[in-house]
């Protein structure tokens, strides 16, 4: 066997966890048999966004806003990747929100101009658009996705 197969391998495993991961959660403890105390219930619904999320992110996800949205560089193993950066037109000076997803369904456009829209996000400054932010289901180890549905684009190059 050559020494390049364990190299191999040992590089697709550190790929692998390189991936777009989060920290697991802390294990529940449980009482134990003989009378130990419970665990400290949480008021938290389970159906909330997970915890982490910026005061301005959490504004974000109720209201239609003007946003530049440019690709992030990001590319993950696997999903939600935050592949797009979402930055507020009147808040320039905030930094951008990592998007995993683009909505265009409410715009009805060809493939063609998806297409074209999603290589202008590669240059400065990406698309203008108007949209709301929206939490996602959780697809993948990173957690819930965040998807900016776009009602309207505003300017592309």
Known sequence: MSPRRP????TLALGLLAGCSRNAPPPESKPSESGGT????TDKPADTP???GTPAETAATRETATYYVRDSGIRCIAPPCPAFI?????????????VTELDLNALGLS?????????ATHTAPGIKVEGILGIGASVGPAGPAKIL???RVLESK
């Open 7 to 10: 190299l191999l391998a040992a």
């Open 86 to 98: 979402a930055t507020r037109v009147d808040k320039p000076d905030e930094d951008g929100l990592q």
């Open 149 to 151: 549905r776009i009602s």
């Open 111 to 119: 493939q063609e101009k998806i297409d074209s829209l999603m290589e």
């Open 50 to 52: 997970p915890a982490g």
């Open 38 to 41: 419970p665990p400290a219930q």
